[in-house]
């Protein structure tokens, strides 16, 4: 992949993990600022969009087929990332609230759950808006 990234096509798994942290944020940053994506959060856009594609590259089931049946239900590539993302970013919320045991117990398969139930038309309409207007300052609203 060199020195492109696109979110709407997947980057090789192994050149994607071979790169450093930041040169993945880079690289979507990059790819973001040349789709006009813009807004204040776009660092954490940035971040949000390489777990999500470490995630697939790594082989994690349920971001994997996540993607591919999100854009099976008709979102480009980028739409089913910001999917994923969204419910990666809720369970980091729990995360960093501090977790009871028993939510740790069960952390996994609570995320791996919500992963898997995540279907385009459940997501408010046919069309996953950019996630970052809606992660501006109101965290975690406009969950189901
Ligand atoms: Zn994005």
Redesign the pocket.
Known sequence: MSTLYD?DVAPDPREWLALPELERLRLVQNY?VAAK?RGGGMKF?AVS?AIVETQIAQGYGPSKRAIARLQSEGLSR?EA??AIAAVNFQFAGELLQGQTEEQRASFQSRKNQATDALHATRLGGDKVR?T?TEREGTDNHERE
Do not use: T
Request: glycine share 0%.
């Open positions: 979110a973001h994506v856009h969009h980028h990332l910001h950019d970052q």
